[in-house]
């Protein structure tokens, strides 16, 4: 065999091209595959907001498959991504997040998780965003235990939004008054 034949060259060119092809196509398909994923487990990432007819901010949230409402917002202004938990008193916020958006870690207290007694610390987020709500001097905690990567939007927050759940949606509506 002579590595200077022209057709051995073209041949292994051309199965080069095959693999390279074939390399490409798995990366395409594993992008596209990673944006399904993470669309089915967070529907709400850009949620739209609107404005119904009694002057009220309206964002109709998707159930993911796991029936959870998931979406994203701020806390003051650094991106959050919050699952809606009616059993949390308090907006619980990782100790990371905490730190990225200048929270301040108040009394400590302990509380009933469902991983236990925790430690946690009282805060208070200056301006949480879900969409176009806004809200205002939101109680919270800081649970140095919690995963990294979700806040749990609970009642301190959920309080000053009407809801409303059919099916698999969930209507948020705020008054846009804040509350005091």
Do not use: C, W
Request: glycine content about 10%.
């Amino acid at each position: 065999m002579n590595d200077n034949d022209p057709h051995n060259s073209s041949k292994r060119m051309g199965q080069g091209m095959i693999a390279a092809g074939f390399v490409l196509g798995l990366a395409l398909l594993t992008m596209i595959f990673d944006g399904v994923l993470e669309g089915a487990r967070n529907p709400n990432s850009e949620p739209a907001t609107s404005i119904n007819a009694l002057g009220q901010v309206e964002i109709v949230l998707e159930s993911n498959r796991q029936g959870q409402y998931v979406m994203t917002g701020t806390i003051n202004a650094v991106p959050a991504e919050f699952i809606l938990d009616t059993g949390a008193t308090d907006v619980v916020i990782p100790p990371g997040l905490a730190r990225a958006s200048g929270l301040e870690y108040g009394y400590e207290s302990q509380a009933m998780t469902a991983n236990g007694l925790v430690s946690m610390y009282s805060t208070t987020i200056d301006e949480l965003t879900l969409g176009g709500i806004t809200l205002y001097n939101v109680r919270a905690s800081i649970n140095p235990s919690m995963h990294e990567s979700m806040v749990l939007l609970g009642m301190s927050a959920l309080r000053q939004i009407e809801f409303n759940q059919r099916g698999s949606q969930l209507t948020l509506r705020h008054h846009g008054l804040p509350e005091q």
